[in-house]
């Protein structure tokens, strides 16, 4: 059995890669697979979904859920085994998972309403209850942040030449040299989240907030507020940016200047893809460095 799939807006860039060509090839049979082996009721995938088709789903007992089929990136490879450590505490619960179809089910946050709907101030206070919930030992199989920033800083100078400088020097040496100063000083090593920006905290009913989508690493706790303090959900200025980093520093007890570091040099890892620039994220970057 296939099923015909609706691609929503946010996942169309996969159309113009040849990975992303060969995984909408194969979503039909992993979405059919999938209905069938859980027994589903699937609705219309969400729109604004970027690295997974992601659709409403009902299970046989009526229990709300949400069935998501991964796009196959490394960043996502661990999100089903961080679910299951959490194991509801702060974020959904994982209902169930498929490996090989990079498939998951997870608990549907009811309303759903997304943490960047609250007044800035407010939404802070949620993520201050939030991240040391979260922030658990942890160990293998989840990659190392000293991994995952040694290619990082592999990866950032080609991207940069490839891309034809697409941003000044003094940027690219910046994240460098605080690469080498932050990897091998990190403190205890806990999961952390990459992607845990406002729009990845959704209003529930069990708790009333719970993180969705996360892309774990372990490493040290300073690295967690970083997606906090570069996204733009919670005001796009420098000096909400500069807000962000003192207040969730302050009230987590975290070293200001290492989550900073961390800022800068995740900021403009994720500021270059294979193909383009994401000049916003750039200009995070020169904001946290204090050169507007």
């Known amino acids: 059995m296939t099923v015909e799939v609706e691609i929503p807006e946010g996942l169309r860039w996969t159309e113009r890669v040849p990975a992303g060509r060969e995984w909408l090839a194969v979503l039909p049979d992993r979405l059919a697979k999938c209905v069938e082996r859980w027994e589903l009721r699937v609705g219309r995938p969400f729109a604004y979904a970027f690295a997974s088709l992601a659709m409403p789903a009902e299970l046989p007992d009526g229990t709300p859920a949400v069935l998501k089929l991964q796009y196959p990136d490394d960043d996502s ?12 505490r702060g974020a959904v619960r994982l209902l169930a998972h498929d490996a090989e179809r990079r498939a998951l089910l997870v608990e549907r946050c009811v309303p759903g309403a997304p943490l960047h709907g609250l007044p800035s101030e407010a939404a802070l206070d949620v993520a201050v209850g939030l991240l040391p919930r979260l922030g658990v030992p942890a160990g293998p199989p989840f990659t190392p942040l000293a991994e995952e920033a ?5 990866r950032l100078p080609a991207k940069w030449e490839r891309l034809n400088q697409p941003f000044e020097r003094v940027l690219l040496d910046a994240a460098l040299g605080l690469l080498a ?3 091998p000083s990190q403190g205890e090593q806990v999961l952390v989240n990459q992607d845990l920006h406002a729009g990845n905290v959704l209003a529930a009913g069990r708790e009333p907030w719970l993180v969705i989508d996360p892309k774990p690493l372990v490493g040290e706790r300073e690295f967690a507020a970083v997606p906090l303090v570069r996204g733009p959900e919670l005001g796009n200025s420098p000096a909400a940016v500069r807000h962000r980093l003192g207040r969730l520093s302050a009230e987590l007890g975290l ?11 995740h900021t403009l890892a994720w500021s270059m893809a294979e193909d383009q620039i994401f000049p916003h994220q750039v ?5 946290l460095l204090g050169m507007e």
């Open 77 to 88: 490879v661990h999100e089903a085994t961080a679910l299951a450590h959490w194991a509801g």
């Open 150 to 154: 040694d290619g990082w800083a592999e």
């Open 181 to 183: 100063e932050l990897v």
């Open 255 to 265: 070293d200001r200047e290492r989550v900073r570091g961390w800022a800068v040099v």
């Open 283 to 287: 200009e995070i970057v020169r904001w």
